[in-house]
Each structure stands twice: as structure tokens, then as C-alpha cells.
């Protein structure tokens, strides 16, 4: 395990050096969405609790948001564990919940996504794809809301995707993961918001981050040309916009145009998108029977 730095680890469960500021953790925080969201945070003075597989990129992040703070007392911890191996993470979890007594707003932006012909994936694949979006985000709420009921405050931000609003062709796996993670969402919201915690679930659209890159090599020509379409957001950008959201309040937060319609009226648009889709299906279709003949 990698608690900040491996030969201060008693050093960083000692007492807290306040209790003035929010404790925040993000799940995939070492990079993209979940690093630019604790940018956000560290920049307003906030605690924050980055937790990510990676120790490497942990340190980067950790270095790196260090130079952000504003603040003396705040506390920037990183933690190295699986968020897919529930006895991994909600330990680490309760650790942090020790050592400040609360954990005031929970982001679960661990995701993994390998795109592909759905006849291609296997049943593993799959397995693999919800074990870290959904049961990784399960485990991690479920160490959470008991601290947060106790306390009746909390907040529980959701990073899903744009593709839990509508299926995107060659990401079968992916896809079903998101959508369980917003429906899931739903049903905390009316669960929680009686017991004094907020859920909001972002559905963000394409971001460059490094998950984005890796997986345009093995995306599927199709897929290509229908996500390049909605254009491609820095995760900066994509950060703020869900930072802005959730302290508004908004339960789904989207960014961009076509997700916000398709959040607002997907049901009488998806007849026009699978449309849509369905054509830039067939003209690559076409595209590549003439380079192949």
C-alpha cells in the first residue's frame, strides 16, 4: 500500500491539522477528470484524498497538487489500492474516515473502458469493465454514507458518462456500466436526500485523458466516427463544469449541447440519434467495401 509517502506513513495518520475545510476523495484521482477535480478542490482549500492503483502516478499528483495549495492546514493524501477489490478499498476508506472524522463529499471517477465489437468481448471483458465503474463505486459509497448519515450532510458525485444517456456502438461494456452507475444515482438521490446528502451524477462527454488515448488504437472505425462528431473536451474544462454543478445543487450534470439534449428530451430524441447513428454506420460501411475491393 502507498499512503502518501511510504516512509511517513505513521506521520500521516497523525491528528489532523484541522477540521475547518472539506474532506473530499476521488477514486481515480491520479489522472484526467478525477486529477482536474481535485485541482478544483485543492485550489479552494479543501482537504483531498486521491485513490488510484497506480503509485507512480500517485506521487506525480500528488507533487503536483501540492503546488496548488493555498492553505497550511490542508492535507493532500494519496492512496494506492484496487477500488475493484472491496477489501482493498473500504479499509482505506475507513482510514480516512479516522483520521478526519467525516468525509464531506465522495467522487467516484475510477473508470476503465476497452472498446470493441461486442461478438469480440468476452464475458471476462465485461466482468472486468464492471468491477471497476460499478462495484468500484459501490464499495466506495458504501464506506461512506454511514459517516454521512451520522453526520446528515454529505455529497456523492457520480462521475458516469455521456454514454449512460445513450448507447454508443463498439462500447457494449463500457455503455452498461455507465448506465448502471446513473440509475444507481437515481436511486440514491431519493434514498439520500432525506438524510441531508446530495447526489449528483456527471455525464461528461469525450475527454482527453489518458484513457481516451490508449483506447483510440483498438476503437472500433464506427465508433470513431460517430464520438468524433460531439468533438472532444480537455478535462480541465470538463472538471469546472462539474464542480459548478454539484455545488449548484444539479443532480445531472452535463456538458455540452448534445448531451444536455439528450439529458432533457432523450426519450423523443433517441428515434433522430439512432438515426443518425445508423447512417454514419452504413457510409463507413460503404467506405471501407471500396478500399477493400
Not at 58 to 75: G, H
Not at 178 to 192: C, D, H, M, N, S
Request: hydrophobic letters at 40%; charged letters at 20%.
Amino acid at each position: 500500500m502507498f499512503f502518501g509517502e511510504s516512509d511517513h506513513i505513521n506521520q500521516l495518520w497523525a491528528e489532523p491539522k484541522t477540521m475547518a475545510k472539506k474532506v473530499v476523495i476521488i477514486t481515480g484521482g491520479s489522472s484526467g477528470i478525477g486529477l482536474a477535480l481535485a485541482h478544483q478542490y485543492v485550489s479552494r482549500g479543501e482537504h483531498v484524498v486521491l485513490i488510484a492503483r497506480r503509485q507512480d502516478l500517485l506521487v506525480e499528483a500528488k507533487a503536483e497538487l501540492e503546488k496548488s495549495l493555498i492553505s497550511k492546514e490542508q492535507e493532500i493524501i494519496s492512496i494506492s489500492c484496487d477500488v475493484s477489490v472491496e477489501e482493498q478499498l473500504k479499509p482505506e476508506i475507513q482510514k480516512v474516515v479516522d483520521h478526519f472524522g467525516r468525509v464531506d463529499v465522495l467522487i467516484t471517477s475510477a473508470g476503465y473502458s476497452k472498446p470493441g465489437y461486442f461478438s469480440n468481448l468476452s464475458t471476462l471483458q465485461f466482468k472486468e469493465t464492471f468491477d471497476t465503474n460499478f462495484y468500484g463505486t459501490l464499495y466506495a459509497v458504501q464506506a461512506v454514507v454511514p459517516t454521512m448519515k451520522e453526520k446528515k450532510s454529505g455529497q456523492i458525485i457520480f462521475i458516469a458518462s455521456g454514454a449512460a444517456l445513450i448507447g454508443i456502438f463498439g462500447t457494449s461494456a463500457y455503455c452498461a456500466s455507465k448506465f448502471a452507475i446513473k440509475g444507481f444515482a437515481e436511486v440514491l438521490r431519493a434514498e439520500l436526500v432525506h438524510e441531508g446528502i446530495r447526489v449528483s451524477v456527471a455525464c461528461p462527454p469525450d475527454t482527453y485523458t489518458p484513457q481516451l488515448i490508449n483506447n483510440e488504437a483498438i476503437k472500433p472505425s464506427e465508433t470513431k466516427m460517430i464520438m468524433g462528431s460531439g468533438g472532444c473536451f480537455s478535462a480541465e474544462t470538463v472538471a469546472k463544469s462539474i464542480y459548478d454543478g454539484a455545488k449548484k445543487g444539479r443532480f445531472v450534470i452535463t456538458k455540452g449541447a448534445s448531451l444536455y439534449f439528450l439529458h432533457k428530451f432523450g426519450s423523443l430524441l433517441l428515434p433522430l440519434v439512432n438515426w443518425y447513428f445508423d447512417r454514419v454506420i452504413r457510409l463507413n460501411k460503404k467506405k471501407s467495401n471500396k478500399e477493400s475491393s
